[in-house]
């Protein structure tokens, strides 16, 4: 019998997050371990009277396709991949991860070949989000990696997880509607200011904002979701920031990462550990080393670190900050094909000022 959780959460992906209606195109994306989820994603699109198809992956095929593809191989792009971006109306994709690091041992310039090869791609699809011709959301169905990621047992990061979703809940499509006002009341007091300034120790970091639009994130593309977020004048970044939180990326941990921007662009970087894998990061293209996104968590039920970019960057209190391609809806104009965040925790000795008006301390919001 599956988890009452898995199908409200379903529910939402398909009812709140992507609204698919009758004969619209929805791919379910996912790998096998996310059965139950994306087998009652299946049934819930099929009840909007949407066209569900499905795209599945099986466990180890990412390390077997980076281990044994030729350069070729690497940049061919598949033509359902193609047809995902151009076409589809949306797009539930479902991480299922069984081993969070299985991509530690591939060389990053091969990860940068096949993010280059993809990049089109990504650009495409946001560039139709802008406009709305596609629908798309991320979420994850937990498993025993993400549990030991973020230090818990698997039934303990179910309960915390399908918590931050609002999936325990009756009520759940209407708990994220009364969510979405708290953003859209913080985003509405920071529009049309001109520059952010975030403190915290190892930080002190101007972003300029001017005209630039901030987008509410209420579930609508991520799962679970929280915050509101924009792109930052390309180039008016100046000052140094301190992440806190570790984060897994291209299968490596990364953590201690300190950047440090001049005239909006990254002109050093360290980290305590990833940090060569960073550096390849920020040399992929000459996008990669500017920001694309400044984010504000406003999930506090998401209260602590899990290692997982999808949670972390929600939690309330928190800013981050990602380097590489923007968004198009907010006016960014930064291309990349890296966007990769990295989440700097304000919940300590931490502060935001919005034209030298205080705004967030310690992590709580102040207006």
Request: with cysteine; aromatic share 8%.
């Amino acid at each position: 019998m599956r988890d009452p959780r898995v199908d409200n959460l379903a529910r939402i992906l398909v009812r709140y997050s992507t609204e698919v209606k009758e004969g619209e195109t929805c791919v379910i994306e996912g790998a096998t371990a996310g059965e139950p989820l994306i087998a009652a994603v299946y049934e819930q699109v099929l009840e909007a009277g949407g066209q569900p198809v499905l795209a599945l992956s099986l466990q180890g095929q990412l390390p077997a396709f980076f281990e044994r593809a030729s350069d070729a191989q690497l940049e061919w792009v598949s033509p359902l991949a193609e047809w995902v971006a151009e076409e589809a109306d949306c797009r539930i994709a479902v991480g299922a991860d069984t081993n969070t690091r299985e991509l530690s041992g591939v060389e990053p310039e091969r990860q940068m070949k096949r993010r280059a090869a993809t990049r089109r791609l990504m650009d495409v699809v946001m560039q139709r989000s802008a406009e709305g011709g596609h629908r798309w959301v991320y979420t994850l169905f937990p498993t025993e990696a993400y549990a030991a990621d973020a230090e818990m047992s698997l039934s303990r990061f179910e309960d915390f997880y399908y918590s931050a979703c609002l999936a325990d809940k009756p009520d759940s499509i209407d708990a994220w509607a009364r969510a979405s006002e708290e953003c859209v009341r913080l985003a509405e007091w920071i529009q049309g200011r001109e520059e952010v300034r975030v403190t915290a120790p190892g930080t002190d970091i101007r972003l300029g904002i001017a005209e630039r639009k901030f987008i509410v994130a209420d579930g609508k593309r991520n799962m679970p979701d929280g915050e509101f977020f924009t792109a930052p004048i390309e180039d008016a970044v100046d000052g140094e920031v301190a992440f806190h939180l570790p984060a897994m990326v291209g299968g490596r941990e990364v953590a201690g990462v300190r950047l440090r921007f001049d005239s909006g662009k990254v002109v050093d970087a360290t980290a305590e550990r990833g940090e060569e894998y960073l550096i390849s990061l920020l040399d992929t293209d000459e996008g990669a080393r500017r920001l694309g996104e400044l984010g504000i968590g406003t999930n506090y039920a998401i209260d602590r670190g899990t290692r997982d970019v999808l949670l972390d960057e929600k939690i309330g209190g928190t800013v981050h900050m990602a380097v590489g391609a923007s968004y198009p809806e907010c006016g960014g104009s930064n291309q990349s094909a890296v966007h990769t965040d990295l989440v700097c925790d304000l919940r300590q000795e931490g502060r935001i000022e919005v034209d030298g008006e205080p705004f967030q301390e310690n992590g709580r919001f102040l207006v």
